[in-house]
């Protein structure tokens, strides 16, 4: 603040001029700021006032049915407006997937309730043969037997799901893991032995080692369930650009039919009716999701070894760059 004070007749008139003038001026520049800050604010209120609107009807769209236009700006707002469509869509598809999810369930319990409930009637009416009986006792055990275990892998799914979402991650070397992994592996009732063709380089990869081991272990299990004994699982590693490394793993089994390369990761999904008692069709699902929260892929493929001519599952991660 400067503060000029004169006696105005005892000052020449050009001097009254001029602070009358530079008054005049303060007032204006007041005047000009104060609708400067007025429309800034506005400019700053109105979206956010939008965006407070907008996530109201989104919360209560069903009811609503109005449709949504989110801000397009580019400073801040503009950002956080982006940052909240994308939450909801995020939201949005996860409830989806949750709904999906609870219909699957309900499908895959059902049959095994419907063939427990039709043995049960049989059994009740008693016009059948002991012989008879016996299997229809044998077929109730086998389906109580399968809701059981479908219903531990439910849960585990359902806990799985929840961990990749507030996993942690880790940068560690890939072909250390593996080759730690193979060298831990238990083995399995079939003798298959696993096999490990590595590179020397190191791969550093991002990723949760529980969560991959899981998949390991899911992919594993699956070969081993339809191969035969004594033969061998191969897991090699390369890189194919300067930002990703591959993981295969092949097996010497029957294979999968590509028809199937996309069926074999749906939640439930198996073309194994005689080992459908002892595969709920969940673990390949559980992988995807794994491998797609390290922001890499999985896939079956046609096997490009000789010597491994069954399954081959293709892992891409990306490399971790420092």
């Given at each position: 603040?400067?503060?000029?004070?004169?006696?105005?007749?005892?000052?020449?008139?050009?001097?009254?001029?001029?602070?009358?003038?530079?008054?005049?001026?303060?007032?204006?520049?007041?005047?000009?700021?104060?609708?400067?800050?007025?429309?800034?604010?506005?400019?700053?209120?109105?979206?956010?006032?939008?965006?407070?609107?907008?996530?109201?009807?989104?919360?209560?769209?069903?009811?609503?049915?109005?449709?949504?236009?989110?801000?397009?700006?580019?400073?801040?707002?503009g950002t956080l407006s982006k940052q909240i469509q994308i939450m909801s869509r995020d939201f949005k598809s996860q409830v989806l997937s949750l709904e999906k999810f609870t219909t699957d369930v309900a499908h895959e319990l059902k049959n095994p309730l419907t063939a427990i409930k039709s043995s049960s009637e049989l059994l009740l009416k008693n016009t059948i043969s002991e012989e008879n009986k016996i299997k229809l006792i044998e077929s109730f055990n086998k389906e109580v037997n399968r809701m059981n275990r479908?219903?531990?892998?439910?849960?585990?799914?359902?806990?799985?799901?929840?961990?990749?979402?507030?996993?942690?991650?880790?940068?560690?070397?890939?072909?250390?893991?593996?080759?730690?992994?193979?060298?831990?592996?238990?083995?399995?009732?079939?003798?298959?032995?696993?096999?490990?063709?590595?590179?020397?380089?190191?791969?550093?990869?991002?990723?949760?080692?529980?969560?991959?081991?899981?998949?390991l272990l899911n992919i594993i299990e699956n070969s081993v369930s339809i191969a035969n004994s004594n033969t061998s699982i191969l897991i090699s590693t390369s890189k194919i650009d300067k930002k990703n490394v591959v993981i295969k793993i092949y097996d010497q089994g029957k294979g999968i039919s590509l028809e199937h390369k996309n069926k074999i990761f749906t939640r439930f999904y198996t073309d194994r009716d005689k080992l459908r008692e002892n595969h709920s069709g969940l673990g390949l699902s559980i992988s995807e999701e794994i491998i797609k929260s390290f922001n890499g892929s999985i896939e079956l493929t046609k096997s490009d070894n000789l010597d491994f001519r069954g399954a081959c599952f293709i892992i891409k991660l990306p490399l971790w760059i420092s």
């Open positions: 603040v400067a503060i000029i004070k004169y006696n105005l007749l005892n000052i020449p008139s050009k001097i009254v001029l001029t602070s009358i003038n530079l008054f005049n001026f303060f007032l204006i520049l007041i005047f000009v700021m104060f609708v400067i800050s007025f429309f800034f604010l506005r400019s700053l209120i109105s979206p956010l006032t939008q965006l407070t609107n907008i996530t109201n009807l989104e919360r209560e769209k069903i009811r609503s049915g109005k449709k949504i236009n989110y801000p397009k700006r580019g400073d801040e707002i479908l219903i531990s892998d439910i849960s585990n799914f359902s806990r799985t799901m929840y961990e990749i979402e507030s996993e942690r991650f880790k940068v560690i070397d890939i072909n250390y893991f593996l080759k730690k992994y193979v060298d831990n592996y238990m083995g399995n009732h079939k003798n298959i032995k696993l096999i490990l063709a590595s590179q020397k380089s190191k791969y550093n990869v991002s990723l949760n080692e529980d969560k991959f081991m899981q998949v």
